[in-house]
């Protein structure tokens, strides 16, 4: 039995699920006998569902170049990595990513998928660029998944139940980079996996997995004032292999890498 | 290396909630570069008083708090665009074009929304697309629990005749 009289408002607060569950289960009850009640309920909860069918398609959409620029704007102030670092960043990030000066000219063998990009690149890419220049440049353990080895389970598992689906993870023992470990960092295109590479030395190298293609399959050179990158995508996922420029057998050595990484986890 | 983890992480939270501001400004204001001039402002000022944002409360309706403390000031903005023509809903959606009689029923809705005081547009969409609780509205619009839910009543009620063809909404409107 209902003990109280239902009133409009407490049609509207069914429908955005304000009632306690006792109240909610009169309500319901009450519904069932009351059509015209019903019917208005059912209305106001397809005005919803069509708020949503209008406007759902916005949340997967790029950014626009104003908003990434003031992003990128207040990004200095939280680079305390040194000021050589700090000064590179200010200059790649003063137009929104228009600092990173986009390369072709890879002395590679006639096979190489290497290819010369546009001055400037498409609004998707300069997400992956930003992203993974500042997933890069964070490069601190804290928050870092660690890999107990090479072919760690955890690893896998910690990634793709993050990011919703089953995620390769590349090596690069043979190219004397191990894997140190993996984070999963939020993107404007949904989770997106970071994974850290170590050389002996101690140098290290990034690998920034967007769950959002952004466009060419060709692996791209670009390069800022500190960092050096190959980015390229597949059908469903952009990838940036990022670390600190080294000259150019440090671009040779990185591009090495970067197809290891396409021949092992690109589809 | 000095890293101060707490402001990065607040960062990266208020990134995340960016693509719902714009869905949100776009609706409200429906004009993109409008929306967009908007969140880029949102993200400006937030970014500028991250550290006035206490860990534990709800990022989301801080940032939505800000945008229409923003939205508000901007009496410029707001003119311009509340009586503008409508978004063609059409345009709107992407992927699989819908059954003819569900675009059309989109697009009634759409203009429907597009017909409403601003007020009851943002108590509307803050609560019925983004999913806002009512006092997470109230806070967001800094108006009573109460008034969210009496305008959200009137408003879902004055939609449902609008678009039932009970048309009237025409004559409650002008007070």
């Known amino acids: 039995m209902i003990d109280r009289q239902i009133d409009d408002g407490e049609l509207h607060a069914l429908v955005d699920g304000e009632l306690d569950p006792a109240r909610q289960a009169e309500v319901e009850a009450w519904l069932s006998e009351n059509p015209e009640a019903a019917g208005r309920v059912a209305r106001y909860r397809a005005q919803n569902a069509g708020m949503h069918a209008l406007y759902d398609s916005v949340l997967n959409e790029e950014l626009s170049p104003g908003i990434l620029s003031a992003l990128a704007g207040r990004r200095r102030q939280w680079l305390p990595r040194g000021a050589a670092i700090a000064a590179g960043f200010a200059l790649l990030l003063s137009g929104a990513v228009a600092g990173w000066v986009v390369r072709g000219?890879?002395?590679?063998g006639a096979d190489d998928?290497?290819?010369?990009?546009?001055?400037?690149?498409?609004?998707?890419?300069?997400?992956?660029?930003?992203?993974a220049t500042s997933a890069h440049m964070v490069n601190q353990d804290d928050d870092l998944k660690l890999a107990a080895s090479e072919n760690d389970d955890t690893i896998v598992q910690y990634v793709s139940t993050?990011?919703?689906?089953?995620?390769?993870?590349?090596?690069?023992?043979?190219?004397?980079?191990?894997?140190?470990?993996?984070?999963?960092?939020?993107?404007?295109?949904?989770?997106?996996a970071q994974f850290v590479f170590e050389a002996e030395n101690g140098e290290r190298v990034s690998l920034y997995v967007r769950s959002e293609a952004a466009g060419g399959v060709d692996i791209t050179y670009a390069l800022a004032d500190d960092l050096s990158m190959f980015y390229w995508n597949d059908s469903e996922?952009?990838?940036?292999?990022?670390?600190?420029?080294?000259g150019e057998q440090g671009r040779d050595d990185l591009l090495k890498a970067a197809k290891a990484v396409y021949s092992q986890i690109t589809e | 290396m000095v890293w101060n983890v707490s402001t990065?992480?607040?960062?990266?939270?208020?990134?995340?909630?960016?693509?719902?501001?714009?869905?949100?400004a776009i609706a409200l204001l429906r004009d993109r570069v409008s929306?967009?001039?908007?969140?880029?402002?949102?993200?400006?000022?937030?970014?500028?008083?991250?550290?006035?944002?206490?860990?534990g409360t709800n990022m989301r309706t801080w940032l939505f708090t800000i945008m229409h403390n923003l939205h508000a000031n901007d009496m410029r903005r707001l003119s311009r665009t509340a009586d503008n023509q409508p978004l063609d809903a059409a345009a709107l959606s992407h992927g699989t074009p819908p059954e003819q009689e569900a675009a059309v029923e989109l697009s009634q809705l759409s203009n429907a929304i597009a017909g409403l005081p601003m007020a009851q547009r943002q108590v509307l969409l803050l609560v019925g697309l983004e999913g806002f609780s009512y006092a997470d509205a109230a806070k967001a619009l800094d108006v009573p629990v109460g008034t969210v839910m009496s305008r959200l009543s009137r408003t879902r009620e004055e939609l449902r005749r609008t678009l039932d063809g009970e048309n009237v909404s025409q004559i409650r409107r002008v007070q």
């Open chain 1, 105 to 108: 000219e890879i002395p590679v």
């Open chain 1, 113 to 131: 998928a290497v290819q010369i990009a546009q001055a400037t690149p498409p609004i998707d890419t300069q997400v992956l660029m930003e992203r």
């Open chain 1, 162 to 192: 993050r990011m919703g689906e089953k995620v390769r993870v590349p090596h690069l023992t043979s190219l004397g980079y191990r894997l140190v470990g993996s984070r999963v960092l939020p993107d404007p295109g949904g989770p997106a």
């Open chain 1, 237 to 246: 996922h952009s990838y940036a292999l990022v670390r600190e420029l080294e």
């Open chain 2, 8 to 24: 990065d992480n607040k960062r990266e939270l208020l990134i995340a909630e960016i693509p719902r501001l714009r869905r949100y």
């Open chain 2, 35 to 55: 929306a967009d001039d908007l969140v880029q402002d949102v993200v400006l000022r937030a970014l500028d008083r991250l550290h006035l944002w206490r860990d």
